[in-house]
């Protein structure tokens, strides 16, 4: 799996390509922990080119959200989400949890 960070003015956009799984969500939990340590809670989570996340990935995506929803300083937004991430999302009870965007400039647009 990589992992890229892109600040932008009202956001960070933080893109994945590849499997979330336990053994690469520590590094999706390194990237997120340190976008929020420099003060930024608003993230635009690009899933496009996931192609899959495992309950490891899903605590990640959780934990983050907790954090940046915490003292209301913003919160983490999904996109490009795909069908099969998206139903395993449903299957875990997290869709009432974070807000889903088509592509990552829709994302971007609602901050």
């Not at 496009?48 to 983050?64: D, M, T, Y």
Request: positive net charge.
């Amino acid at each position: 799996m990589q992992v890229t960070t892109k600040r932008l003015k009202r956001c960070e956009l933080v893109k994945a390509t590849g499997r979330i799984d336990s053994n690469t969500a520590p590094q999706l939990t390194k990237a997120l922990d340190a976008i929020n340590k420099a003060d930024c809670f608003r993230i635009v989570f690009d899933m496009s080119e996931v192609e899959f996340i495992s309950s490891a990935g899903l605590r990640v995506l959780i934990n983050a959200q907790k954090t940046c929803k915490r003292w209301n300083r913003g919160e983490l937004v999904l996109a490009g989400v795909s069908q099969r991430i998206h139903e395993a999302l449903d299957l875990a009870g997290f869709l009432p949890l974070f807000k889903f965007y088509d592509d990552a400039t829709e994302a971007v647009g609602s901050f």
